[in-house]
């Protein structure tokens, strides 16, 4: 609540009155979704997002390098996991929430890594179940990192990481997925070139096409196919120029969320034209408003 003081002239002398009026609420610029889902994350106990992003790297870096392994994908799928619990734990959620995300998380993480080492011969119902609970888990990090842009009070370089780090999780998420499309539409090839990928050339050719390159080596084979692929160039060149871009633009700027009129604040009475300038006082019994006493 803030009060609002006026300075009125009676039978001589001047009279300090002092009425009160609901302050706006300090959320007033927030929808009701950042509203709820503050309930659940604390921005005060956010941390850098910066490991995410490198744990993310690394796992770009290790798909093509160990690609003549078997365990390779089980790494990687690993790393996302890690990325994704390291994400759960510096999104700044509720205790209770944090550690029912990070067991199921690690259980789903363990189940997708464990499954393509393991398993050998002609994919099977089980290979597909892991490739699609593994694009499953790809879809935690952008979220939780979206939701913690959202509620950050200002934009900064770790606000840029966030982004990064969503964009190129997007981009394995598609990997994963059409690994997962490939696999589950067996014996029909997902590309036209070869019939035996391994999962570097899914996330090869996932990046090439949301950053729009499109070499020509790799090309969908299938109707759904294409579709997933014309989906993801949209999507990846959408959240290109919109998120990441924004976030470049307004680096070290304050977000809405840091904006709203607080408690106490000094704001002119109703009638004022003085436009929030500081307080005068007038004799002719006008109006004067100033800090409370």
């Excluded at 300090?26 to 309930?39: A, F, G, I, N, Y």
């Excluded at 790494?75 to 990325?83: C, K, Q, Y």
């Excluded at 084979?221 to 294409?226: D, E, I, N, V």
């Amino acid at each position: 609540m803030w009060r609002v003081h006026r300075w009125t002239r009676g039978g001589g002398q001047d009279r300090h009155v002092t009425s009160a009026a609901e302050s706006p609420p300090v959320d007033e610029h927030r929808s009701k979704v950042m509203r709820r889902l503050s309930r659940y994350i604390q921005p005060t106990e956010q941390k850098s997002i910066a490991p995410v992003l490198g744990l993310t790297l690394l796992a770009m870096l290790m798909s093509p390098l160990l690609a003549d392994h078997n365990w390779s994908r089980g790494l990687e799928v690993g790393l996302i996991g890690v990325s994704a619990i390291v994400a759960l734990a510096r999104a700044g959620a509720h205790r209770a929430v944090r550690r029912i995300s990070v067991g199921i998380v690690a259980l789903v993480t363990m189940t997708a890594a464990t499954i393509p080492v393991v398993h050998t011969g002609p994919p099977d119902w089980l290979e597909v179940t892991a490739a699609g609970v593994f694009a499953l888990l790809l879809i935690v990090t952008p979220l939780l990192v979206m939701v913690r842009l959202m509620l950050r009070p200002k934009i900064t370089v770790d606000t840029l990481a966030g982004a990064l780090t969503a964009y190129l999780q997007i981009g394995i998420f598609f990997g994963a997925l059409f690994l997962f499309v490939g696999l589950a539409s067996a014996p029909t090839p997902f590309f036209s070139q070869t019939s035996m990928p391994v999962y570097s050339d899914f996330e090869y050719f996932s990046f090439i096409t949301m950053t729009t390159v499109g070499y020509g080596d790799l090309t969908p084979a299938t109707r759904l196919g294409q579709t997933l692929v014309t989906f993801e160039a949209v999507a990846g060149q959408v959240f290109l120029v919109t998120v990441v871009a924004l976030t470049v633009s307004n680096l070290g700027r304050s977000t809405m969320r840091a904006r709203p009129t607080m408690p106490g604040a000094y704001a002119p009475a109703a009638g004022s034209d003085d436009g929030g300038n500081e307080p005068r006082g007038d004799d002719s019994g006008g109006p004067h408003s100033g800090p409370e006493t």
